[in-house]
Structure formats: C-alpha cells, structure tokens
C-alpha cells in the first residue's frame, strides 16, 4: 500500500510532464480553432442573423428585422423556384454525368499498357486547369461568329444560325452542364481508377473469359468495390456543383432569363449586383441547408448500405 | 479469336486517345489561339495547330506590366495561403493524430462540415466581417479567407500523414525529455515532409485559382490577382484575343504542372475524412 503511494504520483507525474499537461491538445487545436471559428462558424450565424432582416449593401450596418419576410418573398417569386429548378437539374446533371464518364473512362484507363501514367496525367488536365481560365476558353470556342465549337454544332445540325449559343434558352443551360462534367470526371476517374486497382487481377480476368465487359460481369465484379466509392463521389460532386460559381458567373451571369442562375449565382447577384443583402442572406440560409441535407441524406444511406453489407 | 482480340484492343486504344483529345483540347484550343494572329482569329476559316511563327506572343506577354502584375499578385495570394494553412493545420492535424481529449469528435466533425459547406454561400457575411475588419481590397484579407475554406484537406492530409508515422518514435523521443512540440517539429515533420509539401502545393493552387472572395473583395486595379484580371477580359473588346489567350495560357500552366505532381495527395486529402465519415 505504501510502496503503492509512493510509486504512483511520481509515475503520473512523469507521464503527465511526457505528454504535457491535459490543456496541451487544446493549445495545439487552439489556432486553428479560433480561426475556423471566426471565419466559418461567425459568418454561418451572421448569415442567419441577416436572413431576417432587411440590410443593404449602401447601408450594412442598418439592418432592421423583418422575420421569415424574406423567405416567403423568396418562395412566393417564380424567380426563386426557377433558380431552385435550374439548380436541381444542374446537381443531378453533374453528379449523374460527372460519375458516369469518370466510371466509364476508368474502366477504360484500367489495366496495364504502355503509357498509363502518361494517359493518367493526360486525363486529370481538365480538373486542374483554373475555373477562371477554362470559362475564358470556353467563351471564345462559343463565340457566335469564330467559335471553333458554335462551328461545330452548326455542322452538327444542332444550330440553324450562328449565334451566341450562351445566350440561347434552350443551349445555355446543357452547354454549362457539359462544360463542368468535363471538369469534374477527371477525379471521378482517378478516384475510380484506385477502387479499380482494389479488384483482384483474377476475378477480372475471370469475367474477362466469360465474356469481358459484359453487365453481368460489371455486376459481379467490379461494382461491389467500387460502390462505396461512387457514393462519396456523387456527395463531392453535388457539393462542387452547388458551388461552382467561376464558370457560370463568367460565362452567363446567370442567363438568358435566370436559365443558368443557380443558387450561388442568385446569391451573388442579390447581394452584390441589387445590393438586397438580407434577401442574398436568405438564399445562402436555403443553399446551406440544402447542403446539409445531401451530407445527412448521404451519411444515412450509407450507414445503410454497410448494415445491409454487414447481414 | 486473336484477331477478335486485337480489334477489340484496337478499339480500346482509339477510345483512349478519343478520351484523352477531349480531356485536353481545350487546353489545346487556347494554346492554338494564343499563337494565331488575331487577324487570322477572325476570319471564317479556322486553323487548327498553333503557328510556330507566333510564339513572340509570350515574349509580349511577359513583358506585359499588366499581366505580371496580376501573376505576382496571384503568387503573394497563393504563397501566404499555403504558408497560413500550414502553421495553423500542423498542429491540429498532430492533434488530432496523437492525442486523446474531450471534443475530438466534435473536432472532427466541424472540419468535416467546414470541407463540405460551399463557400460562395458565405460570401455576404464574409464580405461584413472583412469590411470591419478593414481587411477589403487588401491581398492579406484574402490569404486569410482562402486559409480558412483550404484548412481541412490541409488538415486532413497531415493528420493521415502523422497516423502512418510509428508511435515508438514519439515515445522514444519522450523518453529523450521532448515535450510534444519538439517531438512534432523534430520527429514527425520531418518524416511527412512529402505529405507537407503536397499540402503546401494543394493550398497554393487553392489561392492561385480561387475567384469568388477575389473578385468581391479586391477592388484597385493594380491588387487584382490573375484569376480576376483575366475574367475581366470577357466580354472586353479592347483586349486582342490572341494576347488575352496567352495570359490565360500562363495561367493555366504552372496549375496544371503542379497539380499532376501532386495528384496523388489530392485523391487522399479530398476523400481520406469523408471515407471514414
């Protein structure tokens, strides 16, 4: 007992001088904490604070206090249901698109042949070249005279007459749509391309003899790898797609006709343009929640899938 | 049956290059237009490989104040949102590695939130809080705000980086009389400094391309970093498009190049926290 005593307090004492005290995690944690409390938790609550009030740019720190007026303004105006719309079928559309060909270009890319790391390389060029520089190149392939693109889809027979197809109602919207799934598939493929290089050599070989590339194969051997990896892909993708402000703001400003205004482009034009912050604040209360959602929904399903994998 | 075989090899390796043409032909396309006199540029037919004749367009462009002006500015931005992201993550992505303590998991969780919440959307209340701040049209100002939404890939790739190194290291180094600051600075850095330099490159193109916070908070001409000054073109008349292609060109360059030599990180940091879940 006394031994006991006696050893204890100076083992602790040791332990505790080797590790620090039981404040050093949170002075290691510290920094990073007030910032990210500063820069993202503060601005979050400033968002719903000025949600309900009316304050504009000219004026911002005259806010007064309106309640849910500006959400039911929002809600009430076609303009906002038009924006919720065009957001809607640009998420889907890119996750759908963005997964789709980063599925298929990885199944492509899989394998071992001569330049496979050249072809890697090749295939990631549109996710780092810079939003800024794309959307400049962009506008001048769909220049409505000289655009090799607005060429193009003339010869295609998609257009009758040239024209600024970014400014057409009917292009505008699937132009932007292609031009950010052309974007995004490049990590959607590397990302499958490492899922990919998870299936034993054997079971692809083995569908390969019973007929390579057939669906049932696809089915049976290689989705169940890669399934848990298209999940994460569709939440990072939806996510980007919510975000994705350079490509449209430059492009389009969100036209012809509110065609291609997302939410972000709504917000943005609301506080920045019109100077109505607390109804841009309202926009960015519904897209942050919106977010939220996809996070949570994503989490449940899952959890649901690994259950289900579990029995 | 062979010859089945190589047809079907064949397809594949045209379906490839077919890829691979669209992945960068726009790349390509600016390229081409950067070295095509404007004259040619707007006559009605096309030429479809860059003219050898014309690359004197760079040697302007680099000569052009306006144009390194917006790339120095770039640089500053990026620089010191890599530097910033990095004294603020090592120590909690160590944290979050090392030790055991309260409010882990809520730790956790928040950098998760801070990763997944896009940031356009918090662009108004920002736009408040660095106005009183007096941080608007400063390039400080926006090292601050590109830190803060690059801090959790920064964080999380270090953290990975941390959990491989082995844990007797630490202990043998606490047994030497470090306290955990030296252990982290003089055993653990050193041994991730492939880790951290990827970091530092994935939060200096974070800086280099970011728009959003630059185009609403910069408001002097001569501030403007790269990204905002060559979105300034479009729609611009003035500007011949051949040079403003060479810009952009420049631009693009060294994000793509860096990119590929860090690609591999990017794949870990952008999915290793959203993985586990």
């Known amino acids: 007992m006394s031994v006991e005593g006696a050893v204890r307090p100076r083992a602790r004492g040791r332990a505790r001088r080797a590790t620090g005290s039981r404040l050093t995690p949170y002075v290691f944690i510290a920094p990073a904490a007030v910032y990210i409390l500063v820069l993202q938790a503060l601005p979050l609550l400033q968002e719903i604070r000025l949600s309900f009030t009316k304050t504009t740019l000219t004026r911002p720190n005259d806010s007064t206090w309106v309640g849910l007026d500006n959400f039911i303004k929002l809600f009430s105006s076609e303009g906002f249901q038009q924006t919720l719309g065009v957001t809607a079928v640009y998420v889907v559309a890119c996750v759908v698109g963005a997964v789709g060909v980063g599925l298929a270009v990885a199944l492509l890319l899989d394998g071992s042949y001569r330049g496979r790391g050249i072809a890697r390389a090749l295939v990631t060029v549109p996710w780092a070249a810079p939003g800024v520089a794309v959307a400049l190149i962009v506008t001048w392939m769909l220049n409505g005279q000289y655009g090799i693109a607005t060429k193009a889809m003339k010869a295609l027979g998609l257009i009758a007459e040239n024209g600024v197809v970014l400014q057409d109602r009917t292009w505008a919207l699937p132009v932007i749509l292609l031009v950010t799934t052309w974007q995004i598939f490049p990590f959607d493929a590397v990302v499958l391309l490492s899922a990919l290089q998870a299936v034993p050599g054997e079971l692809k070989e083995a569908v390969k003899v019973d007929g390579g590339g057939s669906l049932w194969g696809f089915r049976a051997a290689v989705w169940p790898s890669v399934r848990a990896t298209v999940g994460l892909l569709a939440l990072l993708n939806a996510i980007w797609a919510i975000r994705r402000f350079d490509l449209i703001w430059i492009t389009t400003r969100g036209g012809p006709s509110g065609r291609t205004k997302t939410l972000v482009i709504d917000l943005y034009d609301s506080a920045f343009m019109r100077g109505d912050l607390g109804s841009a604040a309202a926009v960015g209360v519904v897209g942050i929640v919106i977010s939220l959602l996809l996070i949570g929904g994503s989490q449940l399903v899952t959890r649901a899938a690994e259950r289900g994998g579990q029995a | ?277």
């Open chain 2, 1 to 277: 049956m062979r010859r089945r075989l190589r047809l079907g090899l064949t397809a594949r390796l045209l379906a490839i290059l077919v890829v691979l043409g669209l992945a960068v032909f726009p790349i390509y396309w600016m390229l081409v237009t950067a070295t095509t006199p404007n004259a040619k540029l707007f006559s009605s037919k096309l030429s479809f490989f860059p003219d050898l004749g014309e690359f004197s367009v760079f040697g302007e462009t680099f000569s052009d104040k306006g144009v390194m002006l917006w790339l120095w500015n770039s640089a500053i931005i990026a620089l010191g949102t890599a530097a910033l992201a990095l004294v603020l993550a090592i120590p909690l992505g160590y944290a979050l590695s090392r030790f055991r303590f309260r409010g882990k998991g809520l730790a956790g969780v928040a950098l998760l939130m801070t990763q997944m919440l896009p940031e356009a959307l918090l662009v108004v209340p920002l736009f408040g809080i660095f106005r009183n701040l007096n941080l608007l049209d400063s390039r400080l100002g926006l090292i601050m705000v590109n830190a803060a939404f690059v801090l959790p890939v920064v964080c999380l790739l270090i953290k990975n980086g941390i959990d491989g190194t082995p844990r007797e290291l630490d202990e043998a180094a606490r047994v030497d009389g470090c306290g955990p600051w030296r252990t982290l600075l003089r055993i653990n850095l050193p041994l991730i400094a492939p880790t951290i330099a990827a970091a530092a490159v994935i939060a200096f193109f974070h800086g280099w391309n970011e728009f959003v916070f630059a185009v609403t908070f910069i408001f002097t001409d001569d501030k403007f970093p790269a990204s905002v000054g060559i979105a300034n073109f479009v729609g611009e008349q003035a500007t011949s498009v051949h040079a403003m292609m060479s810009a952009a060109l420049m631009y693009t360059i060294p994000a793509v190049v860096f990119y590929l030599i860090v690609q591999r990180y990017v794949v870990t940091g952008m999915t290793a926290g959203s993985v586990k879940g």
